[in-house]
């Protein structure tokens, strides 16, 4: 994942720009970067922040940065924005996306341009630079974005800054989201809404699916209206989206609370056969006050997440090194552990590792029984649009890895989906070997239709790919 910020303002917007990319810094892992264009043209730096925060890669830059319009990311993987110099002028780009026919494209344009892409130190094509190459086949801007956004399988969405304004393209379906904030200054754009609030901003509007704006000091325009059709991710509100921020006027913390409530409606579980309510730190914390408030259960916190060194836990590259981060930063309050039986929620089950050893680790410090209810269904099939997960096959799914050993080996579609419905049996049985795995006194997922209802919005508008396979 990654989250981007952009400012245009009649004064200096280095300082906006500096504090609302920062805001983003939960959602990228290894790379940062600013990019402004002012009277003295375009300036740009670009950070690794594997193992430092964005503010102390960035506090000298933002003394020597100056402009009125600028864009900022926290990056995934590769390094952003890029400055591209092209028959479009010069611009910088910044995208967050996924991009599944990288190779295909690349090969493409290579044979029918004679065009060459700098490989990364990983091997691999910077995505934001294909992008760009894509943008450029085309007379003009406007066209070239929607030209890459119609190219591309997966997702994207974009900020282009030009000397003339800032080009705010959100991808065709809305995948990912793309506001807009207002102060008396000028106008800012943001992945993630509460970004700019303590900036002065106010809320202004959210770009539709395939909308793309242009914003400058004196206002946005649009260029392209917004398409009838959208699928935004539901984790931005299960797992990825910050508690205060928004999307589609749904708010996340809002959200998880009422997931908790819907989860706890269902359940058989009673006060009488839990001490406890305990979310896992810190997406599943919302979802368990929610669960505990309509359950009458007591909330309560067992274990205490460390972050002023290690604000992700994903950070490492390597799954093994990012498994034992997230094990350490979480410290046991022996207290509210020694001879309870608690209900521990964790936004989701991905590979299964760590609430294995989440679980475990609960045991050795006294827990009498952790019963476990993830606030979403099984996955059951890998991200193709915003890299939820580093998984590079639908066999690091825990819950794919047990169908595939149930069943001896590839299923068909017809299978997949009696796996994806609770009220089937291959679901049960596929949660009672989950359960006996991981060491849980039981174990229950939400449901579906029970997490769009949290949510509000009608299922058409959201994209549930991981869970059902369905695009």
Not at 397 to 413: C, N, P, T
């Amino acid at each position: 994942m990654s989250g981007f910020f952009a400012s245009a303002l009649r004064t200096d917007c280095v300082f906006d720009l500096f504090f609302g990319t920062d805001y983003h810094s939960h959602l990228g892992t290894r790379r940062a970067g600013m990019a402004v264009f002012g009277e003295e043209g375009f300036n740009r730096a670009i950070h690794n922040i594997e193992n430092s925060p964005f503010r102390t890669k960035f506090e000298h830059d933002v003394h020597e940065m100056k402009g009125t319009m600028g864009i900022g990311i926290i990056s995934d993987y590769e390094p952003q924005p890029l400055i591209v110099r092209s028959h479009h002028g010069t611009y910088a780009i910044a995208t967050v996306g996924k991009i599944n026919n990288i190779d295909e494209l690349t090969k493409e344009i290579i044979h029918s341009s004679a065009a060459h892409f700098m490989e990364m130190s990983s091997g691999v094509i910077n995505a934001t630079e294909l992008v760009a190459a894509l943008i450029n086949r085309q007379d003009n801007l406007i066209d070239g974005i929607r030209y890459a956004q119609s190219r591309i399988d997966g997702s994207l969405t974009l900020l282009l800054l030009t000397p003339r304004g800032i080009y705010c393209a959100r991808d065709r379906l809305g995948r990912t989201p793309l506001v807009i904030g207002k102060k008396e200054e000028g106008f800012c754009a943001s992945f993630e809404s509460f970004a700019y609030l303590n900036l002065g901003y106010h809320d202004y509007r959210e770009l539709g699916p395939g909308e793309i704006d242009i914003l400058t000091p004196e206002g946005v325009t649009v260029l392209c209206p917004p398409g009838d059709k959208m699928r935004i991710c539901t984790f931005l509100w299960v797992y990825y989206g910050y508690p205060s921020s928004r999307y589609e006027g749904v708010s996340v913390e809002g959200m998880r609370c009422r997931c908790g409530q819907e989860m706890a409606k269902r359940d058989h579980i009673s006060p009488e056969d839990a001490d406890s309510v305990a979310g896992v730190p810190d997406s599943g914390t919302a979802h368990a006050i929610g669960y505990a408030n309509e359950s009458g259960i007591p909330f309560s916190r067992p274990f205490i997440k460390y972050t002023p060194t290690w604000p992700r836990s994903f950070m490492p590259t390597m799954q093994s090194n990012r498994d034992l981060i997230a094990r350490m930063k979480l410290i046991p309050v022996h207290e509210l552990i020694q001879g309870r039986r608690l209900l521990l929620i964790d936004d989701s089950i991905v590979r299964g590792t760590q609430l294995r050893e989440t679980t475990a680790f609960l045991y050795e410090s006294g827990a009498r029984e952790v019963h476990v209810r993830p606030a979403c269904p099984p996955i059951l099939f890998g991200c193709k649009y915003i890299n939820f997960s580093r998984s590079n096959s639908d066999m690091e799914l825990i819950a794919r890895r047990i169908i595939s050993q149930e069943e001896g080996g590839d299923v068909d579609r017809s299978v997949l989906e009696d796996y994806c419905c609770p009220d089937s049996s291959r679901y049960h049985k596929m949660l009672e070997i989950m359960r006996e795995r991981m060491g849980f006194t039981s174990l229950a997922f939400n449901r579906l239709d029970d997490m769009i209802r949290a949510i509000g919005l009608d299922e058409d508008r959201l994209c549930t790919y991981c869970w059902n396979g369905r695009e």
